[in-house]
């Protein structure tokens, strides 16, 4: 079977050839006006990694890797700066062994053997983090990253209740296929899809494909399972309860310091069936963002509600680059879409917006390839293929990146002005000049998830403090704009001063005594939300 790259996004069959990096080269030469040559790209054998520093004992061995590439593949997840020092074969930390348990006894086991060797423990379920969630802490002495991919099944399925009993470590397509024989899916569609597991959806609190209503993972956990260093955490399934705080909140979004989720009861749907999509255009950013705010308080529950600024739409989208762009998407297993979309569309004509009667498509039931045609469907194409364009790009100095947050509508116009001004001047300060754009990724009845993306031209092996600087600088004022430092990509070890910040002092003491209650020696994931 093909591995996982251990560089790029995807499979080393998905790794760009050498002809194809070249006309990326080319392209941005042209576009920079300068020459920019491909490096070659690196391979495991070019790696010089630093010995393990622990070894499993002989009954947990068959569960233990400390192949090169297993390692080096776990070292990183694929943020910008992951992919970066990735290409550059900078392995300085690696995890000294790579254990994939086949079930939850593995997983006591060998939170049993960490514990008692004093290893701290990495949770990896697809390695899609972009936000150092499942890098090695600098100070451990022994790593262990604890790879849940062999935990993959749907356990069982419940269809009168609409829920499922899901290992964690499924990754999303999987998930997918295995629920489709049910007529049931978890619709649960984060942009890393393809490479990142249920359970990472559930400890990162995860934002997925509805852009309104049920949207973050929590919202379909019924129930969950998680193995800790002192013993197991299982919450009682139900469809709703008032006894106390939730258990199940607590783990949501813990990001693996409380212990590791082996499975979950999760909510499920019928799978759609009608469906309608349009795309909106406006003269500015500010009329799209008046129509999202306006549909969405009108409780219409969009499945898609994104906006996009004319450099978005521009880029992303195929359309001029003097536009903004509104796409709205329903769909129901059970309900006809149109006259849904006809109301949303009326509200979005009113703020302004333009679209002819031609391009609100309505399925009646079959698939009319609704949401793939015009704008809204370069715009889908994109989205699906962003994660891989950047394999084209590593080696050649281009500093990019996102950053995402959320704020109430009240205070969006004042936020955005804010923070492109900030992130504008990091970005000609530090690279001479660049773009920048923002979508909605997500927008609620009191406030929208803004998602910014940056992209500038470089200094080749100057990289990473370039993009430090302006990640620094964006993170800073959408901070003192009163914004959140993430929506949906968690705090990882990259976020954590912003975090540090935005955390009421009070509620990091209860953390660091809950995970005393269950992680004594301090093993699970350290460094990530609170220090030790």
């Known amino acids: 079977?093909?591995?996982?790259?251990?560089?790029?996004?995807?499979?080393?069959?998905?790794?760009?050839?050498?002809?194809?990096?070249?006309?990326?080269?080319?392209?941005?030469?042209?576009?920079?006006?300068?020459?920019?040559?491909?490096?070659?790209?690196?391979?495991?054998?070019?790696?010089?990694?630093?010995?393990?520093?622990?070894?499993?004992?002989?009954?947990?061995?068959?569960?233990?890797?400390?192949?090169?590439?297993?390692?080096?593949?776990?070292?990183?997840?694929?943020?910008?700066?992951?992919?970066?020092?990735?290409?550059?074969?900078?392995?300085?930390?690696?995890?000294?062994v790579v254990a994939s348990p086949a079930n939850e006894a593995d997983v006591v086991a060998l939170l049993e053997w960490c514990d008692a060797a004093g290893a701290a423990v990495v949770p990896y379920g697809g390695g899609s983090s972009v936000v150092g969630g499942v890098e090695a802490p600098r100070n451990a002495e022994r790593v262990v990253s604890l790879d849940l991919g062999k935990l993959d099944r749907v356990l069982e399925v419940d269809t009168a209740s609409r829920a499922a009993r899901i290992q964690a470590g499924v990754l999303g397509p999987a998930l997918e296929d295995q629920l489709r024989p049910h007529g049931l899916t978890l619709r649960h569609f984060p942009q890393s899809f393809e490479y990142s597991s249920l359970g990472g959806w559930i400890v990162t609190r995860s934002g997925g494909h509805y852009a309104t209503n049920h949207t973050h993972i929590d919202d379909f956990v019924e129930s969950l399972r998680m193995v800790t260093p002192t013993g197991v955490w299982e919450s009682r399934r139900l469809p709703g309860s008032g006894a106390g705080p939730s258990p199940d909140r607590m783990v949501i979004g813990s990001e693996g310091i409380l212990g590791v989720v082996t499975e979950a009861w999760m909510r499920l749907q019928a799978r759609p069936r009608f469906r309608a999509s349009a795309g909106v255009l406006f003269a500015a950013f500010a009329g799209a963002a008046e129509a999202a705010r306006r549909v969405v308080q009108a409780k219409l529950w969009p499945a898609n509600c994104r906006v996009l600024d004319p450099v978005e739409a521009g880029a992303a989208a195929g359309l001029s680059g003097t536009q903004a762009l509104l796409i709205l998407g329903f769909e129901s297993a059970e309900i006809a879409q149109g006259p849904f979309i006809a109301e949303a569309v009326r509200i979005a004509r009113e703020c302004g917006g333009v679209v002819s009667d031609d391009q609100v498509i309505v399925s009646g039931g079959g698939d009319e390839g609704v949401g793939r045609q015009g704008a809204v469907g370069e715009w889908r194409n994109s989205f699906v293929r962003a994660p891989y364009q950047r394999n084209l790009t590593l080696g050649l100095g281009m500093v990019g990146d996102t950053f995402e947050t959320a704020i109430t509508w009240d205070r969006w116009p004042e936020f955005d002005r804010a923070v492109r001004a900030a992130a504008m001047e990091a970005i000609q300060r530090v690279c001479g000049g660049g773009s920048l754009s923002c979508r909605f990724t997500h927008v609620y009845t009191d406030g929208p998830a803004p998602y910014y993306t940056f992209s500038a031209l470089g200094k080749r092996g100057a990289e990473l403090e370039m993009w430090a600087e302006i990640k620094a600088a964006a993170a800073d004022a959408l901070m003192a704009a009163g914004g959140t430092i993430t929506h949906h990509h968690a705090v990882g070890r990259d976020h954590r001063r912003w975090y540090d910040q935005q955390r009421p002092p009070l509620f990091a003491e209860a953390l660091r005594a809950a995970r005393r209650a269950v992680d004594p020696n301090g093993i699970m994931n350290p460094g990530v939300l609170i220090d030790p």
């Open 1 to 96: 079977m093909t591995r996982r790259s251990f560089w790029a996004w995807g499979l080393e069959s998905d790794e760009p050839s050498d002809d194809e990096r070249a006309r990326a080269a080319a392209n941005l030469s042209k576009r920079y006006g300068v020459t920019l040559e491909p490096p070659p790209a690196p391979t495991v054998a070019s790696l010089d990694l630093r010995p393990p520093r622990i070894t499993a004992p002989a009954a947990l061995a068959t569960l233990c890797s400390t192949d090169a590439h297993d390692r080096a593949s776990h070292t990183y997840g694929k943020g910008y700066q992951d992919g970066v020092r990735a290409f550059r074969g900078d392995f300085p930390n690696p995890p000294d």
